[in-house]
């Protein structure tokens, strides 16, 4: 790569991950910083990549999903242009398999350096290691959020059922607690409590301490599904 395009890749990259000024013009050139746009839904980075490279997502969104050792997919957390992928900050520091792929949403624009130069950076300069794992912290508190919305959205159906069956039309008041219901249902009291408040906010309960009042039976009927 010649010096102009290195120094242009550092200059882009400068601009979206303001920490990595800390590097100097010689360690840029040995990571071999490569630029690469990706469509939308193409497979940007997986295990093979993540044995060689560290990627700094410069533009667009990816998706990344976890994949079992049976094939199944999960998707964990998206990724957005001036993140870095927790997976493989985690996998590289511990020196085991990247176990995870990287799905671009939109369009993307990527930076790949080689892995050995980006982990020896976060090692080595507190801006990058701060501004890094500050990131990795805010990735893994997204991921519990999307986490706990998609537990919400497995135990509505149960908890409505629950709530029906512990009710009827004519006595629609039910005596219970939160945690009550969260032994009913097998789920966790937080995310009862989360359910139940959206419920209200819905129009279809009314809860209080130690109280739950059904207000709108069919809506919590069509939770059920099939």
């Known amino acids: 790569m010649s010096s102009s395009t290195l120094m242009d ?7 979206i991950f303001p920490y990595l000024s800390a590097i100097s013009p010689t360690e840029w050139a040995e990571a071999r910083p490569v630029l690469r746009e990706f469509p939308a839904k193409s497979n940007i980075f997986q295990k093979e990549d993540a044995a060689i490279y560290g990627m700094f997502l410069l533009h667009g969104s990816a998706r990344i999903s ?3 050792e049976n094939g199944s997919e999960s998707i964990l957390n998206v990724l957005s242009a001036g993140e870095i992928c927790a997976l493989f900050l985690l996998s590289g520091l511990s020196g085991r398999d990247y176990p995870g792929s990287l799905t671009a949403e939109t369009d993307v624009v990527a930076l790949f350096v080689l892995k050995s130069s980006f982990l020896r950076w976060v090692q080595t300069y507190e801006p990058i290691r701060n501004a890094v794992f500050g990131g990795l912290l805010d990735g893994m508190i997204r991921m519990g959020g999307m986490a706990q919305s998609k537990e919400i959205a497995r135990l509505e159906p149960r908890l409505a059922g629950a709530l029906l069956r512990l009710t009827s039309a004519t006595q629609p008041l039910l005596h219970t607690t939160h945690r009550d219901l969260a032994v009913e249902i097998d789920s966790a009291r937080e995310v009862v409590t989360r359910a139940l408040q959206r419920y209200q906010r819905k129009g279809w309960i009314e809860t209080g301490r130690g109280w739950v009042r059904i207000l709108h039976r069919e809506a919590l009927e ?4 099939d």
């Open 9 to 15: 890749s550092r200059s882009v990259a400068v601009g």
């Open 66 to 68: 976890l994949i079992a």
């Open 222 to 225: 069509a939770q059920l599904g």
